[in-house]
């Protein structure tokens, strides 16, 4: 959703209690989002544009002390006849220059390890997708639809903190203590494509058939930077790891369903098919002090496969309120 400029949105719809009709992953609901196209032949279009202010505290950030934050979309829409044409882009960078204190402590064996921290929490971060999609209503009982949107949505976290150490002897109040600095980035990246392809066929007012299509591919990948230096000697190395993950994800899913409109109630039947493959690769590679090679760490790397296959049997479901099957062109 955060990959849909606001000015293509027309309404969202939230179902609070989905029916067998949907997924049976989500728990809380189902949302909606209905997207804006036209409504009478000719051209439709809109263009929307927005800046954001400087910051009032850049917080003597080494990094990203100069956050940018504008957007803009285009959304254009052709309807002629049988056919309804829409297309839009968007781009949106919206940064933070953040600061960040903590305080952690821990109690393992009578020692007591606090380790307070302050520094730089900054993020660097933007998307930008396109979409397409086509309608064709040949004749009153038929209509097509088919659409394609790809994106990418980026993120870069900087935490540059540094932390005081201090360790103590709870029974003999012995301490000791020292300071180092941290200087971790993660960085995230997805490109996401979807592909639909939509078919209904009225039989007549009170009953129809339809059948949708779904392709869905998602390029998840990330690596995180994190370096340990002593302080205030920040030459000295004390640990840098690299932690590169890929994590793609290929969906398809099926759907045929038919309503038909049973006096003042209606009686809804349909069948849907599901198959996710996720495959992922997460390594932790540290650095050999001395070296410019990296040794990969059993003990902290992983790898996942899943793959879900998730037919749903068909399934009948009445209702007393009334199902419109009317048409608006």
């Known amino acids: 959703m955060g990959q849909l400029p606001a000015g293509s949105i027309e309404r969202i719809e939230l179902i609070t209690s989905p029916g067998a009709t949907y997924d049976a992953d989500g728990k809380s609901g189902v949302i909606n989002i209905i997207t804006k196209s036209s409504v009478e032949d000719g051209w439709m279009i809109q263009a929307n544009a927005m800046g954001g202010a400087p910051p009032l505290n850049d917080f003597d950030n080494k990094r990203y002390n100069r956050p940018q934050r504008y957007g803009m979309d285009l959304s254009a829409g052709y309807s002629k006849n049988k056919w309804n044409w829409n297309l839009g882009l968007n781009y949106l960078q919206n940064d933070i220059a953040g600061f960040r204190e903590g305080d952690v402590y821990t109690i393992t064996n009578g020692i007591k390890t606090s380790f307070p921290s302050s520094g730089e929490r900054s993020f660097w971060r933007y998307n930008y997708g396109g979409r397409l999609s086509v309608s064709f209503r040949p004749d009153e009982q038929n209509s097509f639809t088919a659409g394609f949107y790809t994106g990418k949505k980026f993120q870069s976290r900087v935490a540059d903190l540094l932390y005081h150490n201090t360790r103590q002897n709870m029974g003999t109040g012995n301490t000791s203590s020292f300071t180092y600095y941290n200087e971790n980035t993660q960085q995230k990246e997805g490109i996401f494509t979807l592909a639909n392809l939509d078919y209904s066929h009225d039989f007549n007012k009170r009953s129809r058939l339809s059948f949708s299509g779904l392709f869905e591919r998602a390029d998840l990948s990330g690596t995180t930077y994190n370096l340990n230096v002593q302080y205030p000697n920040i030459n000295d190395t004390i640990q840098y790891t690299r932690n590169p993950n890929t994590n793609p994800l290929n969906a398809y899913r099926a759907k045929l369903d038919y309503l038909h409109q049973l006096g003042s109630g209606s009686l809804q039947t349909g069948y ?24 990969t760490d059993p003990n902290f790397s992983s790898a996942v496969k899943l793959i879900t296959v998730y037919m749903q049997a068909i399934y009948s479901i009445t209702g007393r309120h009334k199902h419109s099957l009317m048409r608006q062109d």
Not at 272 to 295: A, K, M, P, S, V
């Open 272 to 295: 849907q098919f599901r198959y996710d493959h996720q495959q992922g690769d997460f390594l932790y590679l540290t650095l050999i002090n001395g070296t410019d090679q990296f040794e």
